[in-house]
């Protein structure tokens, strides 16, 4: 990786599914692209929702493919040394050491923009999303609108034959029958985390009952 003088940066893009996380991640990489720079995107091979091409085209008529990452490691690789914005989308698929890329990237000089969900379905930190948060020198967190009372969502709630799904599952289901809604709060509904919950509280009640 060539190191050069410049002001390299990390951005990151955070929200829950449907708040218009990709549409600012390509946004700012058409805005790129206006301004002559030389980008690379990558997005993570678990998204298929573009049926595999992920192409981003500005009024001018340059466009770039986003090329399919599975880890940190092919990012890394797969940057050009003379690449001046680095755009990852989906980045909770990705593993913890896309930390270390990133900072290495944006220390090199590049700019790096990185969109993923920052909380599963259980509302927990979303794979190395928490750890970009803290990293970053910009971070937007955008919201859905709840399904359910139109308030601001901010939780991904599972749905498993349209019932919310218990904590117990696994965070990435792959190829599974489960569908996901934007919900704020109060509308998010994790079964069993509820419930355990609910029997912590009411067990520090008794103890405190019993000071
Ligand atoms: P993300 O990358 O955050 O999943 P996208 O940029 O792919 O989001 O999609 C955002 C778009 O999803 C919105 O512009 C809107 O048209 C649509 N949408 C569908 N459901 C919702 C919802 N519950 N709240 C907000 N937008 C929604
Ligand atoms: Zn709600």
Known sequence: MLHRAGHGSVEVVAGVMFSGKSEELIRRV??????????????????????GQFRISSHDGRQIDAEPVSNSVQVAEKVRPDTQV????EAQFLD???CEVVDALADAGMRVIVAGTDMD????PF???GLLLARAERIDKLHAICVVCGDPATRNQRLIDGKPAPAEGPTIQVGGAETYEARCRRCHEVPTRDR?????LLRRGRGWEGV
């Open 30 to 51: 058409r805005r790129a692209l206006i301004a002559g720079r030389r980008v690379q995107l990558f997005k993570s091979h678990l998204d298929d929702r573009y049926g």
């Open 121 to 124: 379905f259980r509302g927990e």
């Open 196 to 200: 355990a919950q609910r029997e912590l």
């Open 86 to 89: 680095v755009a990852i989308d």
């Open 127 to 129: 794979g190395p999303m």
């Open 96 to 98: 913890d050491g896309i």
